[in-house]
């Protein structure tokens, strides 16, 4: 691949923030059909009217022994699967010790002067370090945050020098709270392959089993900003890879979630997970999973920060819908394509992360 750098110099969006600007730039301003309808206002915890939210799954139930309850828990992981591509999980048995932990250990590291940071600037090609942008077409619009982002799966793909060295706790936590983040994705593939009537290594071996499949964390950062109603911290998108397992900021809501033609704020529950599909598993699921646009909302008087890890499959397998899945009345809705492959078509044909799921026609976008 030709080596490529950003075709413009980074302005991390945390500089701008912190210079007390009282307009945001230009740059950041997204068309009006593109604007929150319900930022965060200065006087409100939360942006949403209605006590709309995503599902609420206990793992306790799946994890204890009374067979009532984990079949009505695998149900409504199945109902949250089908309608809402997005669920949160308590009781995930990740310590919320290390959880609040790594929080504030990258909360320090956004925290270092720029100077620090800058050791780690990332560059297009791989993403891998610190970053303020997506894609490299000169005078696009950007969105309102920074970022770290780090390969943590396969083995081969980990290199712990371009991980931050301060705070010096924050490698060994990284690798710690990995571990168990994963840990917490298998057990949840296995929850989705029993609901779709596969067998439960399924997803697992289809991801190229426990040492093929991918892990990489990114860590959004979203300063205050002015002006809420004019940018997003992330545009609209779908997550192109298998799975999402999210820690969302302890305090500040932000995450929206497109349910037909809104955008639902979700409430997050203190402790909880959120959990959302991404594209390979609407694919290997033939649709019945839906991976749904997401997007981020700033907030004027709180900086936001969140992990998002992405749990996804072994890059050069092929991806198709299980064949249990697929019959005369349901054929097949994608052709087969490796992850590699559809991240390249997405980064240079395909419209907004969706190509595959666009041309077989049930694309939510
Ligand atoms: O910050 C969030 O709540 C969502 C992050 C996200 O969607 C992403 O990193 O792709």
Redesign the pocket.
């Known amino acids: 691949m030709l080596f490529q750098d950003w075709p413009e110099p980074i302005t991390r969006v945390q500089t701008l923030s912190e210079s007390g600007i009282t307009s945001i730039p230009e740059r950041y301003i997204k068309p009006e059909s593109q604007r929150p309808t319900n930022p965060i206002s200065p006087n409100k915890a939360s942006s949403n009217d209605e006590d709309i939210n995503i599902p609420l799954i206990d793992m306790e139930h799946l994890y204890g022994g009374d067979e009532r309850l984990r079949e009505a828990a695998l149900h409504r992981v199945s109902e949250a699967c089908r309608e809402w591509g997005f669920f949160q999980v308590v009781n995930h048995r990740v310590s919320h010790e290390l959880m609040k932990s790594v929080r504030e250990a990258w909360r320090e590291f956004f925290n270092h002067p720029l100077e620090f940071k800058e050791v780690y600037a990332n560059k297009p090609d791989t993403y891998e370090g610190y970053g303020s942008r997506l894609g490299v077409k000169k005078g696009a619009i950007l969105d309102w945050n920074d970022f770290f982002f780090l390969h943590y799966k396969p083995c081969s793909l980990r290199d712990q020098s371009k991980w931050p060295s301060l705070p010096t706790s924050l490698r060994n936590m990284i690798n710690e709270y990995s571990e168990e983040v994963v840990k917490l994705g298998g057990t949840i593939l296995e929850l989705m392959s029993i609901n779709l009537g596969l067998n439960e290594d399924y997803l697992l071996n289809a991801f190229g089993g426990e040492s093929g499949l991918g892990a990489c964390l990114?860590v959004?950062f979203?300063p205050k900003c002015p002006q809420p109603d004019l940018t997003l911290?992330?545009s609209s998108?779908s997550?192109p890879g298998g799975m999402?397992i999210?820690l969302?900021d302890d305090s500040v809501s932000?995450?929206q979630v497109r349910k037909g033609e809104d955008w639902i704020t979700v409430n997050h529950v203190p402790g909880a997970f959120i959990i959302n599909i991404a594209d390979q598993i609407q694919v290997m699921s033939n649709a019945i999973y839906k991976s749904v646009e997401?997007r981020?909302i700033v907030n004027p008087n709180k900086e936001?920060l969140?992990l998002?890890m992405f749990y996804n499959p072994k890059s050069d397998l092929l991806i198709q819908p299980a064949k249990e899945l697929v019959t005369k009345d349901r054929p097949a809705l994608y052709s087969p394509m490796t992850f590699d492959e559809y991240r390249l078509y997405i980064r240079t044909v395909g419209p907004n992360g969706k190509a595959q799921l666009v041309e077989s026609s049930t694309s939510q976008k």
């Open positions: 990114r959004n979203y911290g992330l998108h997550d999402t999210l969302p932000g995450l997401h981020v936001r969140s998002a």
